[in-house]
């Protein structure tokens, strides 16, 4: 499992001395980060012997007699009142001395031991340093300067200290000696004094899960969000002297951060202890955080006893949620995550028990926690197992989920199910009875991401798979160098069968190209992965256990794995090549229909079902497609890399393909079998390429459509096409739905194959008076807007997908895009971003003009506002307006007519 352990920050400059106030820690945010992933190094080999004597000091309720420097500064002698002595280290180093003070509301300091007491400034401007009791100083190592840290912010120091300086500090108020030293702070009683109170707070490290070293504080929440249940963090603290008396004391966490350096909103770890040590000195805490949200926090317990605080040593506490969509299957033992592709192997004259193989937990491979060790007491989790693929006759399993097989080499699948919290979470997994021969003797190799049980190989090349085993490597089988082996199989029993094998071993890499019919197990030493490698158009192999074999192919490889020697299998592959010579896609036959005739219902069905090759749009180009391989984009075929080739003659083509390929409309590329399409004119449309003829009655089906031939060769013989293959080109923005057609008439039709009837005006709907139904109602001078019609008519609010086609109502369920609707901002037809999108890169306009002399001579159109303005009182019963439509592919008319009524 990943190392997880929390460096504890060596914070050597730390000490707050004020009016009423004791010692406060801070810490080192440096550290809090670089630590997450570093194991606490020793800093002096006798760390162990000397917090012995200074706890056993204090618990002995000692005080300090005296205490020196040595003559080169590199170490404090502290004498205790029996005459015992504690050696404080300094690396060598000449150790500075700090007391720290607040006098007339600014920070002061000395480093001489009171001799001399001087202002604390800042760095860069000088000024001095408010100082209050709620200040706390920082010891940034990575500078060494000292901080202090207010409320608004850190404020930096001129003053230096060496960070493998351990610091000694007198409170001369309450007559303590502190020393910070290995991480932890201790406060000793000076001769004389009459401190009573805590002297040391300290975080015992305790281990959730093998290495993580955090407090985890956890809550359970279900698919739907809710939290069903939780758990605070608990720590156990060591209090010094440990028969001090705490029911008096209040217990708080300070400095809660985050430790990447970024503040949360008001974070807390809210405190509940029953205030008694237990016969080791030790305090259990409950933690619950509050407003917590970053992944860590580092904190210190502060103790106030008799107005003097203590805290302890930083610790961290990860406050994390659970929630039940993360769940995952893994591995119990090794925790990593089950992969579909693998099977839970057992002997088959023995059982397996699922219950201890595989559950259901959260986090990431190799690192998974299960439910059931969360610690969620009250959390109701049930287990239940079922076969679901050879039940009874081959495999059985008890409600416990003991797993057993009546036969040898034989798989199936088992559905595991964990109901937590009411909610089910299930995973089929693949299960295999192995023969105890080969189980015992042989240690397996399985696929990750492929299952070796049906091997596909290809026309050309060869297959590299990778295997491995959750349990061991090679490594720890006594293999150190990069090799291959040939690949066998123990018939019954008895002797080996051996694959064939012409490629030298000896020069095999994981880039080699076998023969056909070649595969061979390989390790790189480099990359510490084995790889089964297979050769183009293997076959032949059935359910076998493929074992390593030695140089000379007469029994297995030996290894040795715990003073134990076994054999490296690859079990239960079956190898086929599959060979499926090039068939056409289902889903590129669609129905053509042909529509005749502007007034029919539905269209007539010309054609029928039709192979059609997808189009392509290009926001730039317009419609076309450009290098599209025809092989894969219109055939299924196997292997992927068999010699498939398809033949276009330009003379085999219809009138219209054949002047668009002089044209250089149509290009195709023999070498790649790739066809382009290109639009380099206004009006080119891909269907103009399907059909030889403009009217349906006359259309020749012979001429229609592209024609192309095709060989395969797998190595299986050689598949011809019989003749050419006709296919029609589908347009992907015209046509969009599950259909095409072909318009045979000049006039066409909007796209549900019927004329609306939505075209006449009525005076009333005009004027918006039911009262006003003439000609002559009409006021000479007065604008009306035809959007006083369009906005009251379903038809034109939801929109006209008008001339595009993606098959009749009833049959396509394909709901077309809207090329013109009513705009209630502008109160007029407009064309939709769609249709300005994929129909008119060049050219689009909507005109409305008079139709006919008398309309003309009687209004005056305005076709920007879609109005008109009445110049004379009509004589006329009606009056006629054309809406042209433009785009880059088509120019279509509407014609409506206002009437009486």
């Known amino acids: 499992m990943m190392n997880k352990r929390v460096l504890n920050s060596f914070l050597y400059g730390a000490l707050l001395f004020s009016l009423g106030t004791g010692v406060v820690s801070c810490k080192d945010y440096d550290s809090d980060i670089e630590g997450l992933n570093n194991r606490i190094s020793t800093v002096e080999s006798d760390m162990d012997r000397f917090k012995e004597k200074i706890e056993a000091a204090l618990n002995a309720n000692l005080t300090v007699q005296s205490w020196y420097p040595s003559e080169d500064q590199s170490q404090y002698t502290i004498v205790l009142s029996n005459g015992d002595e504690l050696y404080v280290q300094a690396s060598n180093k000449a150790t500075p001395f700090y007391q720290f003070k607040v006098e007339e509301g600014t920070w002061r300091y000395t480093k001489d031991k ?3 007491w001087y202002k604390v400034l800042t760095f860069g ?3 001095e340093i408010p100082g209050t009791d709620k200040d706390q100083l920082y010891y940034d190592k990575s500078n060494g300067y000292i901080y202090i840290q207010k409320t608004e912010g850190l404020v930096q120091t001129t003053i230096t200290a060496d960070k493998d300086t351990p610091i000694l500090a007198e409170n001369k108020e309450n007559k303590t000696l502190s020393v910070y030293i290995y991480g932890e702070n201790y406060i000793l009683p000076v001769q004389g004094g009459g401190f009573s109170g805590i002297s040391s707070i300290l975080f015992q490290k305790q281990f959730v899960f093998e290495e993580d070293e955090f407090l985890e504080a956890a809550s359970y929440t279900n698919k739907l969000g809710k939290v069903v249940t939780a758990h605070t963090a608990t720590a156990k603290f060591k209090i010094l002297p440990k028969d001090i008396d705490l029911s008096e004391a209040d217990f708080q966490c300070a400095d809660i951060h985050e430790l990447k350096l970024t503040r949360a909103e008001v974070p807390q770890l809210l405190v509940n202890t029953n205030k008694k040590l237990d016969e080791n000195g030790l305090l259990t805490v409950e933690l619950t955080p509050s407003n917590m949200t970053a992944p860590y ?9 008799d107005k003097t605080t203590t805290s302890s040593n930083y610790f961290v506490v990860k406050p994390t949620s659970y929630s039940a969509s993360n769940g995952l299957f893994a591995y119990r033992e090794t925790r990593t995550l089950y992969q579909d592709s693998e099977s839970l192997k057992f002997i088959s004259t023995e059982s397996l028990d699922l219950a201890k193989t595989i559950g259901w937990g959260f986090g990431e491979s190799g690192e998974v926690k299960f439910v059931d060790e969360l610690g969620f007491g009250e959390l109701a989790i049930e287990t239940t197992y079922e076969l679901t693929e050879n039940p009874n006759n081959t495999f059985e399993v008890t409600d416990k989920g003991v797993l057993t ?8 699948k088992v559905k595991v199910t964990y109901t937590v919290a009411e909610e089910e979470f299930s995973k089929e997994v693949l299960i295999y009875s192995q023969d105890e021969s080969t189980a015992k003797n042989g240690i397996g190799l399985t696929g990750v991401t492929e299952l070796l049980s049906n091997i596909e190989s290809l026309y050309k090349g060869t297959k590299v798979i990778k295997v491995h085993n959750a349990q061991t490597t090679l490594e720890n089988m006594g293999v150190t160098a990069s090799k291959a082996w040939k690949l066998g199989t123990q018939l019954n029993g008895g002797s080996w069968e051996t694959i064939p094998m012409t490629t030298n071993l000896a020069t095999i890499t994981q880039e080699t190209e076998l023969a056909n019919g070649e595969v061979c197990l390989y390790y790189d030493a480099a990359q510490k992965a084995n790889y089964l490698l297979v050769g183009p158009q293997t076959e032949g192999i059935d359910g076998a256990n493929l074992f390593a074999m030695n140089d000379e192919g007469t029994d297995k490889a030996a290894f040795t794995l715990n003073e134990k020697e076994v054999g490296l299998y690859i079990g239960n592959v079956t190898s086929k090549y599959v060979v499926e010579a090039p068939t056409k896609k289902p889903e590129l036959n669609i129905m053509i229909y042909g529509k005749a005739g502007i007034n029919n219902e539905t269209p007539s069905i010309r054609l029928g079902e039709r192979y059609t090759i997808p189009g392509v749009y290009d926001e730039t180009e317009g419609y076309h497609f450009t290098n ?5 984009t219109l055939y299924n075929f196997k292997p ?6 398809i033949t276009l003659n330009k003379n085999d083509q219809n009138t219209k393909v054949k002047e668009r390929w002089d044209a250089n409309n149509v290009i195709w590329d023999a070498a790649n079998y790739t066809l382009t399409l290109v639009r380099n004119s206004p009006h080119m449309q891909l269907f103009q390429l399907n059909f030889n003829d403009k009217k349906i009655n006359e259309m020749n089906e ?6 192309f031939s095709w060989t395969f060769n797998a190595g299986k013989g050689e598949v011809k096409s019989e003749g050419n293959e006709q296919w029609y080109i589908k347009d992907p923005v015209r046509q969009p739905g599950e259909h095409t057609i072909y318009m045979g008439s000049d006039k066409q039709p909007n796209a549900t194959g019927v004329v609306s009837k939505d075209y006449e005006i009525k005076v009333s709907e005009i004027t918006g008076d039911d009262t006003k139904t003439k000609m002559a109602d009409l006021e000479v001078g007065k604008k009306y807007y035809l959007g006083n019609y369009f906005k009251n008519h379903a038809f034109w609010t939801n929109g006209c997908s008008w001339d595009v086609y993606g098959g009749p109502t009833g049959l396509t369920g394909t709901k077309l895009p809207v090329l013109l609707k009513y705009d209630s901002a502008g109160n007029k037809i407009v064309m939709t971003d769609y249709c300005k999108k994929y129909f008119c890169k060049q050219n ?3 005109v409305l003009e008079p139709q006919g002399n008398e309309t003309s001579s009687t209004l005056d159109v305005n076709s920007e506002e879609q109005s008109f303005t009445l110049k004379i009182v009509p004589t006329t019963t009606n009056f006629q307006f054309k809406f042209t439509f433009i785009s880059d592919y088509s120019s279509q008319n509407m014609f409506f007519r206002i009437i009486e009524g």
């Open 844 to 846: 689009y306009s909507l």
């Open 114 to 116: 009171g001799a001399g």
């Open 297 to 305: 926090y580092g904190a210190v317990l502060e103790i106030t006893l």
């Open 125 to 127: 401007t000088e000024q």
């Open 405 to 412: 097989a009546k036969a040898a080499n034989k798989s199936g």
């Open 702 to 707: 012979a001429d229609n459509g592209l024609k």
């Open 628 to 632: 599209v391989d025809l092989r894969k």
């Open 640 to 645: 992927a890399d068999a010699e498939f080739t």
